[in-house]
């Protein structure tokens, strides 16, 4: 049947997961001349463009036949993330290693392979909404513990989970961003990551470990990853070139006890990320190059967050209480006065400079007074000016009393 417009009829043909579907994955454009300061995206002036262009030339040179061809990821790719992995820690090899389409490919897998509807996973609040999008599309039921300063404080974690166990409804699944969370850039002690560890065992819950931004941090390393602590397998570790490459390569990776990975690999139903860019990325990474890089990434992102910090004590005061990061990508920070994180959006749109309020990382509404900021990927500059007019924006919101 047709509709008025001559087309065919949709409605009573989706499924009905696809009629109750949000709709995420959508990046609105920020308006021309707007400094966005919303998203995570990495700093383009570091992309290692004749890097790749080297690897590229030299793997089509090489072996066009069978980089071109079908097939499956390429094998000295997942060698050279189990050898990284090792180099952090973590007991890792080949058959522990399962590339996918960025990191958010292997937590959708792992959803798909874990949750049932109804299945109770436990959250931070805040944290990074993409992962938890593939837990409620599961039908899982998500329960918010919030964080601190530290993180995740295991004592609050252990009262959450005994109430649920209580209730007839335990947790199976946390999922957890220990090291330089996104948004709130916390950075989990040693003593919370080993008290956290011990509770998974003796719960019963597997831990997802996101790691997208452990390598990057400003002066000192963080303490080892939860995978690098395991003992009782109780972690899936997840991690992504897109901070320490590029994005747009959408390379990641999950890191598990080999019969996870086997079951993983049964969902990973379009096959294996091909034998062309993962060659490509592997012989850009290869003989240290990586490290190089990711060095270099170190010092940048570091002297962008400085530029930050700086022009937030110059331009915000104290109508912005936050803590300066050790690594990673953002600076979340609460408002004072009153100012609510949807009005300040609202002026700061006008003034030319977008962030995302911090409630769009609660999925139970909390943070009206919270937002973020990214310093990732905008020039030094554009951050000056962007934090500039923040401050702009939140004078005139706080003089409105709103
Ligand atoms: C904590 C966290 N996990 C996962 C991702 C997704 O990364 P990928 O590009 O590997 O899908 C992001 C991206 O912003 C992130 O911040």
Known sequence: MTTSTGM??????????????R???????????????????????????DGLIAATTEVLAEDAAR??????????????????????GIESSAER???????????????????????????????????VNSFREAGARLVT?????????????EATLEALQRAGTPAKLLYTIPTFHNPSGTLMPPERRARLLALAAAHNLLILEDDAYGELYFDAPPPPSLAALDRAGVVVYIG??????????????????PEIIQRLVMFKIEGGNGPYLTRVVERYC????????????????????????????RELGDMLQYRKPDGGFFVWGRLGYGISAQALLH?????????????????????GDTIRLAFSLQAEPAIVEGIRRLGMAARQVRAAGA
Do not use: C
Not at 145 to 157: K, Q, R
Not at 240 to 257: D, E, M, W, Y
Not at 288 to 310: C, N, P, S, W
């Open 8 to 21: 065919l009829n949709l409605d009573g043909l989706y499924a009905a997961r696809a009629r109750e579907a």
């Open 23 to 49: 709709v995420v994955g959508h990046w609105p454009d920020a308006a021309e001349g707007t400094i966005s300061l919303a998203y995570g995206f990495a700093a383009p002036e570091k992309f290692p463009t």
């Open 67 to 88: 980089a071109l061809n079908y097939g499956p990821t390429y094998p000295g790719l997942i060698q050279l993330i189990a050898g990284r992995l090792q180099a952090r």
């Open 97 to 131: 290693v399962l590339v996918t389409h960025g990191s958010s490919q292997a937590i959708g897998l792992l959803a798909q392979v874990f949750l049932d509807p109804g299945d109770v996973v436990i959250i931070e609040g805040p944290t990074f909404l993409g992962a």
């Open 145 to 157: 513990v919030n964080i601190d300063e530290h993180g995740l404080d295991p004592a609050v974690l």
């Open 240 to 257: 992504t070139f897109s901070k320490i490459l590029a994005p747009g390569v959408r390379i990641g990776f999950a890191h598990a006890r």
């Open 286 to 313: 290869a003989d240290g190059r990586l490290d190089e890089h990711i060095t270099g990434l170190r010092q940048v992102y570091r002297q962008k967050a400085h530029v930050m910090f700086d022009a937030l004590e």
């Open 347 to 367: 002026a700061s749109q006008r003034l030319g400079v977008t962030f995302v309020p911090g409630s769009g990382f609660y999925a139970d509404g909390q943070g």
